[in-house]
């Protein structure tokens, strides 16, 4: 339990689905762990819970739409542990009342998604940049998503947030790869994380099963254990990739399931 022994990592969006499994998978390995969350109480329990494990953590309040917010959740984790190796930049937002299509779409909407989800990212990696330069580089990990990838009947401003995320990743390395830090993202398919079990019927996710190549759906430790994978050293040469984690949901033609199905 020892492939991120010594570095320390800060994950925003900790209290919860793919942060909170990347905070604790990254703690199990070795890391110290900051986790900073809208949720302050939630981060506390979850740093509470891996201090009563043995395991390095703290919370911090963070608001992952204010830049101050971001800037002090950085500056705080090198405060608290000297130096910062890993940042998972993991908060991300969607809205399936008012995110829609392009017609229908709340424009206000789009703005709050553009800016939570992806000048996050950017703020995040342009704060923690110089700390990791001065420990000889560092490793950012970007949540995409599948639907980066896709159009879809709504969500268009989630899937355009999540395209860019996939872009900037790829700047963000292209930029600072002779600093030795690496920029890479995850791109989660349908991961059960209590938000998603909330806003999804039964019928619901039967259909996305349904087009899984795989039988079953995602959990939030799919996502997490490739968090570790690239905050460690073991990915050392891998930077401006995006990791997609999805069970062969969007693999093959799309008719597929429908012939499988005809065939048995
Ligand atoms: N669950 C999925 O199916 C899925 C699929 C693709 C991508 N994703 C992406 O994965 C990431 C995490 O999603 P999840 O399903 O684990 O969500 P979740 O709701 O379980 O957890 C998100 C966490 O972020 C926190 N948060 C929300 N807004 C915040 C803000 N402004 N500042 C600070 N913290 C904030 C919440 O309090 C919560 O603890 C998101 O970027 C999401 O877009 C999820």
């Known amino acids: 339990m020892t492939r991120v022994a010594g570095k320390v990592a800060l994950v925003t969006g900790g209290a919860s689905g793919i942060g909170l499994s990347a ?13 900073a969350d809208y949720n302050l109480q939630g981060a506390e329990e979850v740093a509470a819970d891996l201090r009563k494990q043995g395991k390095q953590a703290k919370a911090i309040f963070l608001d ?7 800037q002090q959740a950085v500056a705080f984790t090198v405060a608290t542990y000297g130096k910062l190796n890993v940042l998972f930049n993991n908060v991300g937002l969607t809205n399936l009342q008012k995110d829609l299509d392009v017609v229908a779409m709340d424009l206000a909407e ?5 800016n939570v989800n992806v000048k996050s990212v950017l703020l995040g990696a342009r ?8 420990v000889g580089g560092g490793s950012i990990i970007n949540t995409a998503s599948m639907s980066a990838f896709a159009g879809d009947s709504i969500r268009s401003a989630y899937g355009t947030s999540k395209a ?21 993202a995850i791109a989660p398919g349908l991961i059960l ?21 795989l039988p079953y759906h995602g959990e939030a430790a799919d996502v ?26 969007y693999i093959g033609n799309p008719t597929s ?5 005809m065939q048995q």
């Not at 992952?64 to 971001?70: L, T």
């Not at 704060?127 to 990791?132: L, Q, R, S």
Request: proline fraction near 4%; charge should be negative; include cysteine.
């Open 164 to 184: 860019a995320v996939v872009q900037l990743t790829k700047y963000i390395a292209t930029q600072y790869g002779k600093d030795l830090i690496r920029c890479n």
């Open 110 to 114: 789009w703005d709050r998604l553009m």
């Open 64 to 70: 992952a739409s204010e830049s101050e917010s971001i």
């Open 193 to 213: 994380t209590p938000a998603a079990k909330a806003n999804m019927s039964p019928s619901l996710l039967a259909t996305f099963e349904k087009y899984n190549a």
């Open 23 to 35: 905070a604790t998978l990254l703690a199990e390995e070795g890391a110290a762990v900051v986790v």
């Open 224 to 249: 997490g254990h490739a968090v570790v994978y690239l905050a460690s050293d073991e990915s050392k040469f891998m930077t401006g990739q995006t990791l997609q984690i999805e069970g062969g949901h």
């Open 127 to 134: 704060y923690a940049i110089p700390y990791m330069k001065q």
């Open 257 to 261: 399931p429908d012939f499988l199905a």
